[in-house]
């Protein structure tokens, strides 16, 4: 998940300090050595975190796990 992460706070082009201030702003008590920690797999991620993150990226929850169930079918993409 933290490859996934990493890859949301890159697109948005937020650091990492900027990011974990927005999610204090939203409430969620988190520092940047933790999330750094979320990012490499060290930590496991609060579910408080994580509905902010959706909320900030504007995304699914799966987009958080995509390519970490092995036995997950393959999203469709649309033909033209």
Do not use: W
């Amino acid at each position: 998940m933290g490859d996934n992460l990493k890859k949301l706070r890159l697109e948005h082009k937020l650091s990492q300090e900027k990011l974990c201030a927005e999610l204090q702003c939203r409430g969620c008590d988190i520092g940047r050595t933790t999330y750094e920690k979320y990012e490499r797999g060290e930590l496991n991620i609060r579910i408080s975190v994580l509905i902010e993150l959706r909320k900030i990226y504007d995304c699914t929850y799966d987009t958080f796990f995509e390519g970490l169930d092995p036995h997950a079918p393959k999203p469709e993409t649309k033909e033209e």
